[in-house]
């Protein structure tokens, strides 16, 4: 518990205004997957304004500082969000800044088991560096 409280002492204010939005995010998108299809709540993640003229290098610093809240908020919320949870969020909160960003989802095989992973993809950049690497993507939702 100390080892949170003096996490949360370090976030800036912006910082912790994100963290709420994400935290409260999370929560939505949760109970969105499991009550709405798919499709309908990548589109509503998806929403938001879109830069056209949006630097690639600002839109790779917002997607690390973005990326970094939202597993903060992962890690110090009710229960466990998954990865396909905390990238919709973090779509959600790159499109609210104007920043387009596509959803990946891949697999891998890890021994006998198949495994899934859910990251954002935005003006080149991957959200966790090297998850290419390791897992082969099945699936671009590119947002619209």
Not at 62 to 89: F, G, K, P, S
Request: net charge positive; aromatic share 6%.
């Amino acid at each position: 518990m100390a080892h949170k409280l003096r996490a949360a002492l370090t976030l800036s204010l912006p910082d912790w205004a994100v963290f709420l939005q994400a935290w409260t995010m999370l929560l939505i998108v949760d109970l969105g997957l499991r009550l709405l299809p798919f499709p309908r709540v990548q589109k509503l993640a998806a929403f938001g304004r879109r830069a056209n003229d949006a630097k690639a290098a600002d839109a790779a610093l917002e997607l690390r500082r973005l990326d970094a809240l939202v597993d903060i908020t992962a890690r110090n919320h009710l229960y466990a969000m998954t990865c396909l949870r905390q990238a919709l969020t973090l779509q959600w909160l790159l499109a609210r800044r104007g920043i387009a960003a596509d959803l990946r989802i891949g697999v891998r095989r890890e021994g006998r088991a198949l495994e899934a992973h859910a990251w954002v993809e935005c003006a080149g950049q991957v959200e966790a560096r090297g998850v290419q690497d390791y897992f082969t993507p099945l699936v671009a939702v590119v947002s619209e």
